[in-house]
């Protein structure tokens, strides 16, 4: 009886660092990567600026190929929406609501299932001569405490995934 009053002390213990040091985790998350691409500035925004491309240098669609997408709204219009829905990949939305021709687009991105989940996505470009700087990034909110480990381990799970969408982008781009 005794080692029992002892463990259930020492998980107790756990449990209230768990939550203390969660309480001092940082309640945002960002995973961000860019990439050189020789093209000019134009061709690069002008590639991603229509959600038609995304299919073909999302990191995601090899995971599974064929799952449904649905594109609607003008290219390179506020309003402009990428929907994803696959039996792997989950399913979610990603929405244009800031264009800034040739420099920055804004996006919000809601993932429907497994989990569901809001952030929000920048595409930076910075012209470099013939070439163009790429900057993908995601943020969002870790505002519950379990979700504030999560968030620490962010760049861990998409980074790599970041990577490789930006290296098939500018592989794309290239061949132009």
Same mark, same amino acid.
């Given at each position: ?11 107790? =213990? ?6 203390? #040091? ?5 309640? /945002?998350? &960002?995973?961000?990567? +860019?990439? $050189? ?32 997408? =649905? ?6 219009? #506020? ?5 994803? /829905?696959? &039996?792997?990949?989950? +399913?979610? $939305? ?83």
């Amino acid at each position: 009886m005794k080692i029992l009053k002892i463990l259930l002390k020492v998980i107790i =213990v756990i449990i209230v660092l768990f939550l203390v #040091v969660a309480l001092f985790l940082p309640s /945002e998350y &960002k995973v961000e990567r +860019s990439i $050189e691409i020789n093209q000019p500035v134009e061709v690069v925004y002008n590639y991603v600026a229509d959600f038609n491309n995304f299919y073909k240098w999302n990191p995601w669609t090899p995971f599974e190929p064929g799952h449904k997408v =649905v594109v609607t709204g003008d290219s390179a219009a #506020v309003g402009q929406k990428y929907f994803w /829905e696959g &039996k792997t990949i989950g +399913s979610g $939305e990603m929405v244009f609501t800031e264009l800034k021709p040739y420099s920055l687009i804004k996006a919000d991105i809601e993932f429907l299932t497994p989990q569901h989940g809001t952030g929000k996505v920048d595409f930076v470009f910075v012209p470099n001569g013939n070439s163009t700087k790429f900057s993908w990034s995601i943020s969002g909110d870790a505002d519950y405490l379990v979700g504030r480990y999560m968030g620490l381990m962010m760049d861990m799970i998409l980074g790599k995934n970041f990577e490789d969408g930006a290296k098939t982008l500018k592989e794309k781009c290239e061949a132009m």
